[in-house]
């Protein structure tokens, strides 16, 4: 909870790791947060929206995770959130909408990704979203028609999407 300096916290591949502690919200000048490829990772603590200057926020190939917390919407100098492989992960929550500097949303490979939530047409720097092979998304919000600055929509292999 000390180190207030450190820019980059890379976990990648820690497989055993189940938790991070509530002080990661301690680490105020994170910019970065690689906890990529921690398989046994089943939840992230509300504490993480204390890092109002975290940029990146990478969590990929988290298998187990299944919700990410409602303070990730405090995290607003976010520019690129990836939820790559997170297989148990269903959606986002609503406060995604408040990541107003956010340019790049991955979740591809997320098999049981099934929604997203309407206040994503909030997001008006968003310029990629990717969700190849959702295989379970049905329907996007309404609001994506809101993004204007949207450059690419990746929907490939989204087979049950209907809408």
């Known amino acids: 909870g000390q180190l207030t300096q450190l820019q980059t916290l890379n976990l990648f591949s820690c497989g055993q790791l189940k938790t991070l502690p509530d002080s990661i919200g301690q680490l105020i000048g994170l910019l970065r ?3 990529g490829d921690c398989i046994q990772l089943k939840a992230v603590p509300e504490s993480i929206g204390r890092l109002k200057g975290l940029q990146k926020l990478v969590l990929w190939g988290c298998e187990q995770l299944e919700a990410v917390p409602e303070s990730l919407g405090q995290l607003t100098g976010l520019q690129g959130l990836d939820f790559t492989y997170c297989g148990q992960l269903a959606t986002l929550p609503d406060s995604v909408g408040q990541l107003t500097q956010l340019e790049r949303l991955q979740c591809i490979k997320c098999s049981q990704f099934e929604a997203l939530p309407e206040s994503l047409g909030q997001l008006t720097e968003l310029e990629i979203i990717d969700l190849s092979e959702c295989v379970m998304l049905e329907a996007l919000p309404e609001s994506l028609g809101q993004l204007t600055a ?5 929907l490939s292999g989204c087979v049950q999407l209907l809408e």
């Open 150 to 154: 949207l450059e690419v929509l990746q």
């Open 33 to 35: 947060l690689d906890i």
